[in-house]
């Protein structure tokens, strides 16, 4: 059994800050990457950014530039600071992991960027 323990996430205006957390925990064997996506309402879930265990980084072309991930693998945990936070940010973020060959989410927090 995987757990992913998220946090941060809130409500802020456009331009905004926010940081969020995830650590895994349980049964983990390797953690191949991990990362964040996101679901806003009446879309479907869509890729945010993620980070393999090599370092390499992906993100979605809307929060280029705005958006930091990190991995601290020691601690099997993942950041992500947005900046420059816009309306269509907003959304349930979910932490995802790729363990093995399994995927495990996360039970997702809720960003609102909004005046």
């Known amino acids: 059994q995987v757990q992913l323990a998220e946090s941060g996430g809130g409500s802020v205006q456009p331009g905004g800050s926010l940081r969020l957390s995830c650590a895994a925990s349980g049964t983990i064997f390797s953690v191949a990457a991990m990362g964040w996506y996101r679901q806003a309402p009446g879309k479907q879930r869509e890729l945010v950014a993620t980070?393999?265990?090599?370092?390499?980084?992906n993100y979605i072309d809307s929060v280029k530039g705005r958006f930091t991930i990190s991995r601290d693998n020691a601690k099997t945990t993942v950041l992500l600071q947005m900046n420059n936070l816009k309306p269509e940010d907003t959304g349930v973020y979910y932490c995802w992991a790729r363990v093995l060959l399994a995927d495990h989410w996360g039970q997702g927090v809720q960003v609102t960027v909004s005046s």
């Open positions: 980070s393999s265990r090599g370092g390499s980084t």
